[in-house]
């Protein structure tokens, strides 16, 4: 069975820090496709991005930036000189491949950026 | 407009009733699903279907039934509605095809309080 584990429950920094948020996942299958979703505080779901297992290139856009690592099945996700828009709910998402797509969520981590 | 609509976006209620969410969504994905939030939770597959003859359950489906009247409407009862049911609902879909990467597009939500 597939499962998501985000150890944070709730990360709080002041603005221009850099923080990370962590995930990590199990899964049995080689064909898996993995995601971040940020939840603002006026509750829809925004898609930040995916990736699927066979492609372990990190990533960089703006300021937000991922590392995905197969060795230690984590998909971990910085956020550089934070601000406090980025004040939101992170979700850490996985869909393995033969399971009918479907998402298997992480219980999410609260980021507070602070003025 | 939002391509996944949900409606009722707020819903108070009280204990033993029954309830309808709806979700309609003009993506012309085949595929529709019901997940629900709970704070520290994270999202929880409730129901999925493939189309409109395939249903499936997901992993907290008790208490709850769907209906898939078309290919773009989705919509999750509950037959009595109990407190423990307050949360919020999200309605997703996603489309079938080799390109696809399992990404779901989600509606806006709709928080539902049971009394």
């Known amino acids: 069975a597939q499962k998501v584990t985000q150890a944070q429950t709730e990360i709080s920094v002041v603005e221009k820090e850099d923080v990370t948020l962590d995930c990590v996942y199990e899964?049995?299958?080689?064909?898996?496709?993995l995601f971040w979703y940020k939840q603002p505080p006026s509750g829809e779901l925004v898609f930040l991005i995916r990736?699927?297992?066979?492609?372990?290139q990190n990533e960089i856009s703006g300021r937000y930036s991922w590392n995905f690592q197969k060795s230690t099945s984590s998909f971990n996700f910085t956020i550089t000189a934070s601000q406090v828009v980025d004040s939101a709910v992170y979700f850490c998402a996985l869909s393995e491949g033969g399971s009918n797509y479907k998402l298997t969520f992480g219980k999410g981590t609260l980021l507070t950026v602070n003025p | 407009d939002a391509d996944v609509t949900q409606t009722p976006r707020n819903r108070i209620t009280k204990t033993g009733k029954r309830i309808m969410l709806e979700c309609s969504q003009t993506?012309?994905?085949?595929?529709m699903y019901w997940y629900r939030q709970d704070p520290g939770l994270g999202l929880r597959l409730i129901y999925y279907?493939?189309?409109?003859?395939?249903?499936n359950k997901g992993e907290i489906s008790d208490g709850y039934s769907v209906s898939r009247q078309a290919q773009a409407k989705f919509s999750l009862s509950l037959e009595s509605a109990i407190p423990n049911q307050t949360a919020l609902y999200f309605c997703?879909?996603?489309?079938?095809?080799?390109?696809?990467?399992?990404?779901?597009?989600f509606g806006e939500g709709s928080r539902l309080t049971v009394l």
């Open positions: 993506k012309g994905h085949d595929r």
């Open positions: 990736r699927n297992s066979f492609d372990e």
């Open positions: 279907s493939f189309d409109v003859k395939d249903i």
């Open positions: 899964t049995r299958d080689t064909t898996y496709y």
């Open positions: 997703a879909t996603r489309g079938r095809g080799t390109g696809n990467t399992g990404e779901l597009f």
